[in-house]
T-cell receptor, first 116, second 111 residues
Framework: EAEVAQSPRYKITEKSQAVAFWCDPISGHATLYWYRQILGQGPELLVQFQDESVVDDSQLPKDRFSAERLKGVDSTLKIQPAELGDSAMYLC??????????????FGQGTRLTVV | GDSVTQMEGPVTLSEEAFLTINCTYT??????LFWYVQYPGEGLQLLLK?????DKGSNKGFEATYRKETTSFHLEKGSVQVSDSAVYFCALSGSARQLTFGSGTQLTVLP
């Protein structure tokens, strides 16, 4: 069964350092999402891509976060510099092209970031 | 904007007990509604969905009915198992095809 792949699974970094997360969506899925899930809360959307284009990054803290999907396949989310409040689970999800609001989004296992 | 409100947890039940987790939403238009489940240390898995008013989503013994008049999508299961212990998230998706999640409800089922 096809899965959304994320790496690393766990990351510990010191504050003010740079950190990056990688996501490989299910093959053929044109829409890719990055969500942040703070412990005890629901996921919140950071950025949405359609192919290589950003559809929505209104909730992305652009002073320190960046996201790219250069070839419209895999994606990287970067934080520089990391702050203590960035400690969270970062989830990647993808959905197929041509879908609508009913279309299921498939989630990866996430990257658990701890900033010390 | 869109929002989802879930009953606060944690919820602790004995095996074979009846489960209800309440979910209400606020949205413009007619969103699709979902329940996702998250097991410890894992990502989210779709449990069930409903795409229009009065639709009933069901999977693995869980059910939820899309109630437009009360803007609700409560999750139910007649007899829970220990393996159902997880965090359950209610979510909606609108025209932007983005999921808006509730805060989650932790369920623990005791043998």
């Amino acid at each position: 069964e096809a899965e959304v792949a994320q790496s690393p699974r766990y990351k510990i970094t010191e504050k003010s350092q740079a950190v990056a997360f990688w996501c490989d969506p299910i093959s053929g899925h044109a829409t890719l999402y990055w969500y942040r899930q703070i412990l005890g809360q629901g996921p919140e959307l950071l950025v949405q891509f359609q192919d290589e284009s950003v559809v929505d990054d209104s909730q992305l803290p652009k002073d320190r976060f960046s996201a790219e999907r250069l070839k419209g396949v895999d994606s990287t989310l970067k934080i520089q510099p990391a702050e203590l409040g960035d400690s969270a689970m970062y989830l990647c999800a993808s959905s197929r092209k041509g879908g609508n609001m009913n279309t299921e989004a498939f989630f990866g296992q996430g990257t658990r970031l701890t900033v010390v | 904007g869109d929002s989802v409100t879930q009953m606060e947890g944690p919820v602790t039940l004995s095996e074979e007990a009846f489960l209800t987790i309440n979910c209400t939403y606020t949205a413009t238009g007619y969103p699709s509604l979902f329940w996702y489940v998250q097991y410890p240390g894992e990502g989210l898995q779709l449990l069930l969905k409903a795409t229009k008013a009065d639709d009933k989503g069901s999977n693995k013994g869980f059910e939820a009915t899309y109630r437009k008049e009360t803007t609700s999508f409560h999750l139910e299961k007649g007899s829970v198992q220990v393996s159902d212990s997880a965090v359950y998230f209610c979510a909606l998706s609108g025209s932007a095809r983005q999921l808006t999640f509730g805060s989650g409800t932790q369920l623990t089922v005791l043998p």
